[in-house]
């Protein structure tokens, strides 16, 4: 596996922490603050899902001011099944965001609590739901003969 398919586990922790500050912000704001800041979140999951978790603004803040005060990490990990996880997240915070602006607001905040409740997981304990629901599909997929 090529170094561009590995990530700092570190980085993953701090991206999820920040998910997580951002995500509370959109359940305690008013609209339309509410909606911008979630709308900023749904662009940095369509960045790491989509583009890449180094092109993450939240990837970056870790590489440019945490990791030269901590060091480089033990070990690194495997990017797809945080990747998939930056997609699942996208999914969820898609589908708040569209719910607040049509109006249904508790849809919005229903969405935006269990992105928030994955990302509070990872944060504090390291428990990725999207890793553990990538690495699922995996074992459920069809081996190639």
Not at 74 to 90: K, N, T, W
Not at 108 to 124: E, M, Q, W
Not at 128 to 142: I, M
């Amino acid at each position: 596996m090529s170094a561009s398919e590995q990530v700092d586990p570190r980085g993953l922790r701090v991206a999820a922490t920040i998910t997580a500050a951002v995500l509370a912000l959109v359940l305690v704001t008013p609209a339309p603050v509410n909606v911008i800041l979630l709308a900023a979140q749904v662009a940095v999951f369509a960045v790491a899902a989509l583009v890449g978790l180094r092109r993450s603004p939240y990837a970056i803040f870790f590489a440019k001011v945490v990791r030269p005060r901590v060091g480089a990490p033990p070990s690194f990990e495997d990017a797809r099944p945080p990747r998939f996880a930056q997609m699942v997240g996208l999914g969820f915070t898609t589908v708040a965001l569209v719910a607040f602006l049509l109006g249904a607001t508790t849809a919005g905040l229903v969405a935006t609590a269990f992105a928030l409740v994955a990302a509070l997981l990872n944060a504090s304990i390291g428990l990725c739901l999207g890793c553990e629901l990538y690495l699922a599909v995996r074992r459920l997929a069809p081996v190639d003969a």
